[in-house]
């Protein structure tokens, strides 16, 4: 009888040892897909992270690119009110900024760029001087250095809007101090010349997304 007892005992101690070990492993899985969850959620709304800070002279109306997993930035007018050609490359995998050749160009603001073919073009834009530019440059990041390439066929602007597709780059809107655009320029890298598009639909326009 005795015996009989301790058995039950050590039955019920087992159970109870084993129940309460299948409900922490099972809380804590529980915990883990929570996680798990709100990580994805976080992840799949967007979230802001700090990165270290662009290392040239606090700028506006600077002209962008991207070539590969590289970030670039140059030109605009800095803190001082002074025009810039200075350019600067960013490493999103160490996190930080290198100089880079600068633009040969005259120093300027509100230009605009596009990509083709892993080489990074800038176009068009207002110096420091006033005037309001048709040159166009291109950037290669193998050798670090701009060349001249064919310049825009049309009046100087600055805040038009380039992007590129299927190989070549296009270049639209823009103002200069008496008209605001909305004609449309493709550029043909392989034979380095432009064409004229079909205007923009609406209102001409200048620093559009």
């Not at 129940?19 to 990580?39: D, K």
């Not at 959620?41 to 662009?54: E, N």
């Not at 002074?82 to 120093?107: E, H, V």
């Not at 509100?110 to 990509?115: E, W």
Request: hydrophobic share 35%.
């Amino acid at each position: 009888m005795y015996e009989s007892r301790l058995n039950k005992s050590a039955l019920h101690l087992y159970f109870i040892r084993n129940f309460t070990v299948l409900f922490f492993q099972n809380f804590l899985m529980r915990l883990l897909l929570l996680f798990l969850f709100f990580q994805y959620f976080a992840s799949a709304q967007g979230v802001w992270t700090s990165k270290t800070p662009f290392a040239g002279m606090n700028r506006d109306d600077g002209v962008s690119f991207t070539i590969g997993q590289f970030g670039y930035l140059g030109t605009g007018m800095d803190a001082g009110f002074g025009l810039t050609n200075d350019f600067w490359r960013y490493d999103p995998i160490s996190n930080s900024w290198s100089q880079i050749a600068d633009l040969i160009g005259t120093k300027r603001q509100y230009s605009a760029s596009f990509v083709l073919n892993s080489t990074g073009y800038v176009v068009t834009g207002i110096d420091e001087n006033g005037v309001y530019q048709t040159d166009n440059w291109s950037y290669d990041p193998i050798l670090n250095s701009w060349s001249p390439r064919s310049p825009l066929p049309a009046a100087g602007r600055s805040g038009a809007k380039g992007f590129s597709h299927s190989g070549n780059g296009f270049l639209v809107s823009g103002r200069n101090q008496t008209t605001c655009f909305d004609d449309l320029w493709i550029y043909n890298p392989t034979s380095d010349s432009w064409t004229q598009g079909p205007n923009s639909p609406g209102l001409p326009r200048f620093v559009a997304a």
